[in-house]
């Protein structure tokens, strides 16, 4: 219904906003990314916004750039997971950090985000995976599906993200899944 807010910045109380609209104050909540780079008050601002209607409210969420509110669109489809949550996701990480913990299937990362527990992190997880642009792999991740899958391996054998990758590297580029896998163990073990 309100796809965009552009207006100016009245007021800056995290994690809510107050843009002023041709005379319309519109109480925006934001995540604390798109909040670090608003404008100073009194300044133009401009939002994109996503809108929800509940029994008991009206809400307004903000985002500064488009891949932020298709994210926190993502995340409220899962179950559980209402906008309350997505904010705080999308405040504790950026996209491209949530991106790569989705790729790399890190519930680690989830976890540290206040809200966030083991079960909801793992249902994120799986929910997102493929949704996000994340499964291009992350900076230096695999090239192929044999590396990709010696990487979930080390990530499940409980190696860190930095190991498996340096591990990663260290192997021929043509090498198969359990050739590889042994080749990173003994490179690990090391």
């Known amino acids: 219904m309100i796809g965009r807010l552009t207006g100016i910045l009245l007021e800056k109380n995290p994690p809510e906003v107050l843009v002023d609209c041709h005379g319309v104050g519109y109480e925006v909540q934001v995540s604390m990314s798109t909040f670090y780079n608003l404008p100073n008050l009194g300044e133009k601002v401009s939002l994109l916004t996503h809108f929800v209607v ?3 409210a009206q809400l307004l969420y903000g985002f500064g750039t488009p891949t932020e509110r298709e994210a926190f669109r993502q995340l409220i489809k899962i179950s559980g ?3 309350r949550t997505a904010l705080a996701v999308l405040s504790g990480m950026s996209v491209a950090e949530l991106a790569q913990a989705v790729s790399l299937q890190e519930a680690g990362r989830l976890v540290k985000v206040p809200g966030i527990g083991k079960k909801t992190a793992e249902r994120l997880l799986l929910e997102l995976k493929g949704k996000l642009g994340a499964d291009i792999g992350a900076v230096g991740g695999p090239v192929n599906d044999a590396q990709a899958d010696i990487l979930q391996a080390l990530l499940a054998l409980g190696y860190s993200d930095k ?6 590297k260290a192997l021929p580029a043509d090498v198969g ?3 590889g896998i042994k080749l990173a163990l003994k490179a690990l073990a090391r």
């Open 81 to 83: 997971v209402g906008p």
């Open 163 to 168: 190991e498996a990758a340096a591990a990663l």
């Open 54 to 56: 509940r029994e008991d």
């Open 177 to 179: 899944v359990s050739e």
